[in-house]
């Protein structure tokens, strides 16, 4: 039978899974749910689950409440972990079928993709077969299990009610563009960060980009910032005419080495952008200390660290200006691009705003040049559904962090790899987990075949991009970083067994790879 990712139980199959002769079944189903099968009931079903379900106490079947008591009961103590399937409008609407609930089946699974089927013990549906099959297929399923990378349908199941609530509001409410979700939103992201504004906009790119012109930097200006980031950083820059300054990283957490931003000032600097990168915050008091020297503006590129501490401070409210990115892959993700900029200072937070909306101060009147930055509303409503459990996914992100950094212990002190460093004072949200190895296109080759994904965080210094080439740059630890690093799954979700398993597929990788020892205690943390 081909691979199967979902499996949506009918009310019959239900029935057998809580019922006292279930041969295997329960089992099975527990094991395809552990190996990564979505397990499925299904709404328009329930009336019919209840009365099933709760036929097997032998209640008193005239009573609706009491039977769905029963039937909860029952399902708590023996179904594998499963999700309800929403009833959409178009289950519904092409009913051509004497059994209306078979047919909506059909369509709900339908949706699900092509790799889902609907189990039954209903003989009338399993002789219709297609979507629909018994209990001795369901034991036949091939499984494809895999290691995830990131692991957004986890993270959704635990969400799956407040994000259909959240998103179905706005779909009726209908204010799909600066809808009360954004306000919201915006009020909780500055409680959370402890910045005295927030200002949702469209993108991290966007939040970079109104960011720099809310500091008014534009044609001939220079804005320090790291060689080694995403592009964005330094093309926001240079989209506004400016230059884009580059400041090598400290070698052991590829933050901005704040020991070498002094020298790179002139007269022509107008900001410094450092990037809290893979989760961590850059030196900030160091930073704001030269900033205020020069009479420059500090914008924290926090594209990565939402929800990091810095000393007694948060990402975001360590300086004038602050940008993060809600991309989907981030701590903290929306389903689509979206990001905030945040800041402590009235008036910057003012042009912020207007900044975002094509420069209005009111509905057709133009102050400034602006852009169309806002925020969807529907987005809004994702990112409030997630904040509930962001808090709790960091710490998970953390202890995730912590198991890594046991299991990779003796690569690490045999120097065949460089873990991550995090420095005391700071608390580290893990939007990576990034070591270091050599030989790292063979590493990852094989780590690839043994299904174990990985990425590079980044592959090349922006001053080497076609796009801003500065042949007189150079970046010593920036291009070093450049080839070495490597990122590993990385998410609330991991479990230690999947670690053990990557960390595994990693040790064997790097031995094959042929590398030999080369990284220093010192660059595994040991200052």
Known sequence: MDTVRNLILDASAVARVCGPDIGDLRTTLFNLSTAGVEVWLYTAEYPEIVRQVSALMRGDSS??????????????????????????????????????????????????????????????????????????????????????????????????????????????????????????????????????????????????????????????????????????????????????????????????????????????????????????????????V????????????????????????????????????????????????????????????????????????????HVRLGINGRLDTIQAAVLLAKLDIFEGEVVSRQRAAARYETLLADKAQQGLLALPVVLPHNTSTWAQYTVRVKNRPTVQQLMSEAGIPTAVHYPTSLYRQPALEQSTVECEQSDRAANEVLSLPMHPYLTDEIQQQIAECLFEAIDASGACPSFSPKENGVL
């Not at 590829?254 to 030196?283: H, W």
């Not at 975001?316 to 990001?339: E, Q, R, W």
Request: proline share 3%; glycine share 6%.
């Open 63 to 288: 009573c609706f409440d009491e039977m769905q008591s029963q039937a909860q009961e029952l399902l708590k103590l023996n179904m594998p972990p499963f999700q309800w399937l929403s009833t959409l409008s178009g289950d519904l609407e092409k009913i051509d079928h004497t059994d209306l609930l078979t047919q909506a089946l059909m369509t709900a699974a339908a949706r699900l993709g092509s790799h889902t089927r609907v189990v039954t013990t209903d003989l009338k549906r399993v002789k219709r077969g297609g979507l629909f099959i018994d209990e001795e297929a369901v034991r036949s399923l091939k499984v494809e299990r895999k290691v995830n990378f990131i692991d957004l349908a986890t993270q959704q199941k635990c969400l799956r009610s407040s994000l259909e609530e959240n998103i179905h509001r706005v779909l009726h409410h209908g204010s799909y563009v600066m809808g009360p979700e954004i306000t919201e939103l915006e009020h909780r992201l500055m409680q959370m960060s402890g910045a005295a504004h927030s200002v949702g906009v469209a993108s991290g790119t966007d939040a970079l980009l109104i960011a720099l012109m809310a500091s008014d930097v534009g044609p001939g200006d220079e804005v320090i910032t790291s060689p080694f980031t995403f592009f964005a950083t330094a093309e926001t820059i240079a989209l506004l005419g400016a230059v884009p300054i580059y400041v090598d990283v400290d070698p052991f957490t590829f933050n901005i080495d704040v020991n070498r931003i002094e020298s790179a000032i002139t007269a022509r600097t107008k900001a410094i952008m450092p990037v809290s990168l893979y989760g961590q915050c850059a030196e900030m008091d160091e930073i704001n």
């Open 290 to 365: 030269l900033a205020n020297k020069h009479s420059l503006i500090v914008i924290e590129d926090a594209a990565q660290s939402f929800g990091a501490t810095y000393k007694e401070g948060r990402s975001c409210a360590l300086s004038h200006l602050a940008c993060t990115s809600f991309f989907p892959a981030k701590p903290l993700g929306a389903y689509g691009d979206a990001g905030a900029c945040f800041s402590q200072d009235d008036e910057l937070a003012k042009k912020l705003r207007q900044i975002r909306d094509h420069g209005q101060d009111g509905r057709y009147h």
